[in-house]
């Protein structure tokens, strides 16, 4: 599920130039509902059904959005430039979806935690109505889980297609620290034990590249229709550990179909 955080930005920026302007000093509400294939943890090589429920809030000053399993309060800076904090849940490994490869089940599981931090997005006019934009975060894992540190950096453009559709087009990585790498990628002595997979000493750096994109296209007034995905590539310790490399795969794929209705 590691996908969704960095395509649900982009997904509310092309509904924002796909709709029509707000009425002024009022809240812009939009809701959504749709569904998606992901894998279920980082590197599996299944991948399963997944809801994509979405909210955004857009106010004068903060806009509230879905960020995966959570929300996260954009504060707007000036200049193109918002900020703010994120509260999610990591889903983790075998605890809120199941483990289908036989050999991975064997290993400790990775439970659900909160994860807390924050982002910075940053943007505008690019050529004629073609907009581009940044975004880079950083959470912290908490609890149980795997209590390590997650970065994720993306760049994009927003490009009209008609009068009635948006293209959004992104590339993005992500950063992962010892500690996440090794819950999610390292194969512990008991786990080998277990698994029959090698002991795998996992280390911080580039956990995946990959690209991604957004088509929206306005419906009426209020309903649109947004096709959505990713697809990107595990680097470093995660594409080296045997989870990955024996029983996972290094591409990771993200696609879904999403319908939205603005208030």
Not at 89 to 114: C, E, I, N, Q, T
Not at 141 to 148: C, L
Not at 153 to 164: Q, T
Not at 221 to 233: A, E
């Amino acid at each position: 599920m590691s996908t969704q955080p960095q395509i649900a930005p982009l997904m509310a920026l092309a509904l924002g130039m796909a709709f029509c302007p707000a009425p002024a000093h009022a809240a812009d509400t939009t809701i959504g509902l749709g569904l998606g294939v992901a894998p279920p943890y980082p590197g599996a090589r299944e991948v399963i059904a997944v809801p994509l429920p979405s909210l955004e809030i857009a106010g004068d000053t903060v806009t509230w959005r879905t960020n995966n399993f959570g929300l996260e309060a954009g504060f707007d800076l000036g200049g193109g430039v918002s900020a703010g904090p994120i509260l999610r849940v990591d889903p983790g490994r075998g605890s809120l979806f199941a483990v289908k490869d036989a050999v991975v089940a064997r290993l400790a599981r990775v439970k659900a935690a909160p994860e807390a931090g924050g982002f910075v997005e940053f943007g505008g006019p690019l050529a004629g109505s073609v907009r581009w934009r940044g975004r880079a975060s950083l959470v912290q894992g908490f609890g149980a889980g795997h209590g390590g540190l997650l970065g994720e950096a993306s760049a994009g453009v927003l490009i009209p297609a008609g009068r009635r559709a948006v293209l959004a087009l992104s590339v993005q990585a992500s950063w992962q620290d010892r500690r996440y790498a090794q819950a999610y990628f390292g194969v512990d002595a008991a786990g080998a034990v277990r698994s029959g997979l090698p002991v795998f000493r996992a280390n911080k750096g580039l956990r995946d590249i990959g690209v991604g994109g957004v088509y929206t296209r306005t419906l009426s007034k209020r309903w649109s229709l947004s096709v959505l995905g990713t697809l990107s590539r595990m680097q470093g310790a995660a594409s080296r550990s045997p989870i990955v490399r024996e029983r996972g795969r290094e591409w990771q794929p993200f696609a879904g179909l999403a319908l939205s209705y603005r208030l």
